[in-house]
Nanobody
Framework: QVRLIQSGGGLMQTGESLRLSCAYP????????MAWHRQAPGKQRELVAS???????NYADSVKGRFTISRDNAKNTVYLQMDSLKPEDTAVYYC???????WGQGTQVTVSS
């Protein structure tokens, strides 16, 4: 069964930038809102950013001005551009296809000070 395919992640330094990608190779992508969530050790999973099929976006206060969510419906891919990374951004990041509540496999982002 097709699921979301994530890429990106890794070990970063404070202030660096990183882009995560998430693809879903089915037509439902273009009509579904997409979201990025993250879960830090010992904490609950939280919503980081979301984007509607038309491109309207929403962000958690903690990432506003630093992270940018975008989507390319021609490539069935959603992106999370993360700039000015901080140690508190360290977490496993998950993408989600809202329409079917499908989740990506998760990717680790670690930011060292």
């Amino acid at each position: 069964q097709v699921r979301l395919i994530q890429s990106g992640g890794g070990l970063m330094q404070t202030g660096e930038s990183l882009r995560l990608s998430c693809a879903y190779p089915e037509s439902a992508f273009s009509v579904s809102a997409m979201a990025w969530h993250r879960q830090a050790p010992g904490k609950q999973r939280e919503l980081v950013a979301s984007i509607t099929p038309g491109g309207s976006t929403n962000y958690a206060d903690s990432v506003k001005g630093r992270f940018t969510i975008s989507r390319d419906n021609a490539k069935n891919t959603v992106y999370l551009q993360m700039d000015s990374l901080k140690p508190e951004d360290t977490a496993v990041y998950y993408c989600r296809l809202d329409l079917l509540n499908y989740w990506g496999q998760g990717t680790q982002v670690t930011v060292s000070s």
